[in-house]
């Protein structure tokens, strides 16, 4: 029973244009939302979050949306660049928990092409 | 400013066997957490220790057990090995009750 989900496996973009990655989750109670990115052969590397009484966050040239109403966020990257290729998890916790427990999706693994 | 290391990178186990993984956090974290990624997955959290002592656990049977130092070190050990445990093993140090958690590049771990 996957509470976090992440429904496509890849997605190709051109240089310049926007990658828009999506993530849907079941938890009512998640009210913690991270994204990562992730290198061959290196860990996850974090990348921007949001908390769920915020419905946008934004560093540089990534944007988080979250739609608590649709259980439903998205991470877009303004402009995309070839250096942006990884896979990118959206991960989710909630503050009654251990902050080090997050649940993450499956990936969508990104490909930006010059 | 060292990251997140883990020891050994790879190993090859067979089944029943017992392993040993190894992490050091992040300069000045104080909190471990450990992850499983099996192929095609996302990270699943095994469990976090703070103060030398486990926090909290995910969904995994008491063969999972661990163990955090005086120096913020940590251990993951798992006993009675079984062919689903290959999987990549992820530490990951921050400091207490925060989110952002900083990996380490996995322990690649194999069993025959």
């Known amino acids: 029973d996957q509470q976090v989900k992440q429904n496509s496996p890849s997605l190709s973009v051109q240089e310049g244009r926007i990658s828009i990655l999506n993530c849907d989750y079941t938890?009512?109670?998640?009210?913690?939302f991270l994204w990562y990115k992730k290198y061959p052969a290196e860990g996850p590397t974090f990348l921007i979050s949001?908390?769920?009484?915020?419905d946008k966050n934004e560093d540089g040239r990534f944007t988080v949306f979250l739609n608590k109403s649709a259980k439903h966020l998205s991470l877009h990257i303004v402009p995309s660049q070839p250096g942006d290729s990884a896979v990118y998890f959206c991960?989710?916790?909630?503050?009654?928990?251990?902050?080090?427990?997050?649940?993450f999706g499956k990936g969508t693994k990104l490909s930006v092409k010059p | 400013d060292a990251g997140v290391t883990q020891s050994p990178t790879h190993l090859i186990k067979t089944r029943g066997q017992q392993v040993t993984l190894r992490c050091s956090p992040k300069?000045?974290?104080?909190?471990v957490s450990w992850y499983q990624q099996a192929l095609g997955q996302g990270p699943q959290f095994i469990f976090q220790?703070?103060?030398?002592?486990?926090?909290q656990r995910g969904n995994f049977p008491d063969r999972f057990s661990g163990h955090q130092f005086p120096n913020y070190s940590s251990e993951l050990n798992v006993n009675a090995l079984l062919l689903g445990d290959s999987a990549l093993y992820l530490c990951?140090?921050?400091?207490?009750?925060?989110?952002?958690?900083?990996f380490g590049e996995g322990s690649r771990l194999t069993v025959l």
């Open positions: 990951a140090s921050s400091l207490v009750n925060t989110w952002e958690l900083f």
């Open positions: 938890n009512s109670m998640f009210d913690y």
């Open positions: 949001i908390s769920s009484i915020k």
């Open positions: 991960a989710a916790s909630y503050y009654g928990g251990s902050q080090g427990n997050l649940i």
């Open positions: 300069s000045g974290h104080d909190t």
């Open positions: 220790y703070y103060e030398e002592e486990e926090r």
